[in-house]
C-alpha cells in the first residue's frame, strides 16, 4: 500500500466489484449508502455498452443497489463523447444496441450505412454476420474504425460469449485495420470520469477486479488504485503483472470505513 492524500472522490467498476453474475457482492450495498450519504462526488463505470444508464439503474436496483443514472459512466457514453470532441455532428455505422445508440443519437450523430464517418462497434448479443460484412466492405472504403472496449469475451450464466473485443480482432484482421478502443484500459475513459465529477487524481481512488483493465487504467490516469478479490484477478495472479495496486482487499466491504 501506499501513501496518499485523503480520498475525496471515488471510481468504481460494476462487474466483479459491486455485482457478480447479477448478485450484489457482499456489502456493496452499505458501500454505495455510505457514498452517498457522504456526499463525495463518485462514478459507477463499465464497459458493458449494452444499456443506458437507466437500464444498468434499474438492473442494480434490482441487485439492491441503489446508484442513479447520473452515477453511471459507460463505454457508449465515453465512445459518443469521443467522437463528438473528435468530429461533431459525424455520421457512424453501429453495431450495438441501445445503450450505444442512444448515446450516439444524444451527441447528435447520425446513424447510417452510407458512406458514414466511422464504424462504432460496441457490444451486443447478436452479432451478425451481415452487419459484420457491411462494417467491413465501409472501412475499406474509408470508414475510421472505433470500438467501445478490448474485452473478447463476456460473461453470462452458460459461459463465456464473444464480446467486442473478439468481433473488433475479426473485422481487423479482414481489413488490416485496427480499431482505437476508447473504454478500460484507454485512460481516457478514466480522465472523462474524474472530470465529470469534478475529482482530481491526488485525491480519486479506483476500484476494479481486472489488474489488465482497471488496475492499469486508473494507474496511468494517476488515481489511487484499489484492486478487490471479488471478480476476474485472483491474489495469486498479482505478481504476474509488472505493475501492482496501491491497495489490495477482499471486496468493498473492506473499504466502508475509508468513505
Not at 444524444?106 to 458512406?115: C, F, H, N, P, R
Not at 478514466?190 to 480519486?204: C, D, K, V, Y
Given at each position: 500500500m501506499?501513501?496518499?492524500?485523503?480520498?475525496?472522490?471515488?471510481?468504481?467498476?460494476?462487474?466483479?466489484v459491486?455485482?457478480h453474475e447479477g448478485q450484489?457482492?457482499?456489502g456493496?450495498?452499505?458501500?454505495?449508502?455510505r457514498?452517498?450519504?457522504?456526499?463525495?462526488?463518485?462514478?459507477v463505470?463499465?464497459?458493458?455498452?449494452?444499456?443506458?444508464?437507466?437500464?444498468?439503474?434499474?438492473?442494480?436496483?434490482?441487485?439492491?443497489l441503489?446508484?442513479?443514472?447520473?452515477?453511471i459512466?459507460?463505454?457508449?457514453l465515453?465512445?459518443?463523447?469521443?467522437?463528438?470532441?473528435?468530429?461533431?455532428?459525424?455520421s457512424?455505422?453501429v453495431i450495438?444496441e441501445a445503450?450505444?445508440t442512444t448515446?450516439?443519437?444524444?451527441?447528435?450523430?447520425?446513424l447510417?450505412d452510407?458512406a458514414?464517418?466511422?464504424?462504432?462497434?460496441?457490444?451486443?448479443r447478436t452479432?451478425?454476420?451481415?452487419q459484420?460484412t457491411?462494417?467491413?466492405r465501409l472501412?475499406e472504403g474509408?470508414?475510421r474504425?472505433?470500438?467501445?472496449?478490448?474485452?473478447?469475451v463476456?460473461?453470462?450464466?452458460?459461459g463465456?460469449?464473444?464480446a467486442c473485443?473478439?468481433v473488433?480482432a475479426?473485422?481487423?484482421?479482414?481489413t488490416?485495420?485496427?480499431?482505437?478502443f476508447?473504454?478500460?484500459?484507454?485512460?481516457?475513459m478514466m480522465?472523462?470520469?474524474?472530470n465529470?465529477i469534478?475529482?482530481?487524481s491526488t485525491?480519486?481512488?479506483?476500484?476494479?477486479?481486472?489488474m489488465?483493465?482497471?488496475?492499469?487504467?486508473?494507474m496511468?490516469?494517476?488515481l489511487?488504485?484499489i484492486l478487490?478479490?471479488?471478480g476476474?484477478t485472483?491474489?495469486?495472479?498479482i505478481?504476474r503483472?509488472p505493475?501492482?495496486p496501491?491497495l489490495v482487499?477482499d471486496?468493498v466491504?473492506?473499504?466502508?470505513d475509508?468513505?
Amino acid at each position: 500500500m501506499t501513501e496518499r492524500e485523503r480520498i475525496d472522490s471515488w471510481l468504481s467498476d460494476m462487474d466483479g466489484v459491486l455485482v457478480h453474475e447479477g448478485q450484489p457482492v457482499p456489502g456493496a450495498d452499505e458501500f454505495i449508502k455510505r457514498l452517498r450519504e457522504s456526499g463525495k462526488p463518485f462514478r459507477v463505470l463499465t464497459n458493458n455498452s449494452i444499456y443506458t444508464p437507466r437500464d444498468l439503474a434499474v438492473r442494480l436496483r434490482a441487485a439492491g443497489l441503489e446508484v442513479p443514472p447520473e452515477s453511471i459512466w459507460t463505454s457508449a457514453l465515453a465512445t459518443a463523447q469521443f467522437l463528438d470532441d473528435q468530429r461533431p455532428g459525424g455520421s457512424a455505422y453501429v453495431i450495438g444496441e441501445a445503450g450505444l445508440t442512444t448515446a450516439l443519437h444524444e451527441v447528435g450523430y447520425v446513424l447510417t450505412d452510407l458512406a458514414p464517418d466511422y464504424v462504432v462497434l460496441g457490444e451486443t448479443r447478436t452479432y451478425s454476420f451481415t452487419q459484420i460484412t457491411r462494417a467491413i466492405r465501409l472501412i475499406e472504403g474509408g470508414a475510421r474504425f472505433i470500438a467501445t472496449n478490448p474485452d473478447p469475451v463476456g460473461p453470462s450464466t452458460e459461459g463465456s460469449l464473444p464480446a467486442c473485443g473478439a468481433v473488433a480482432a475479426m473485422i481487423s484482421k479482414a481489413t488490416g485495420v485496427a480499431p482505437y478502443f476508447v473504454g478500460k484500459p484507454n485512460p481516457m475513459m478514466m480522465r472523462t470520469a474524474l472530470n465529470l465529477i469534478g475529482g482530481h487524481s491526488t485525491s480519486t481512488a479506483m476500484i476494479g477486479d481486472r489488474m489488465d483493465t482497471d488496475i492499469v487504467c486508473g494507474m496511468e490516469a494517476g488515481l489511487y488504485t484499489i484492486l478487490v478479490l471479488t471478480g476476474v484477478t485472483q491474489r495469486e495472479q498479482i505478481d504476474r503483472f509488472p505493475y501492482r495496486p496501491s491497495l489490495v482487499v477482499d471486496s468493498v466491504a473492506d473499504l466502508i470505513d475509508l468513505v
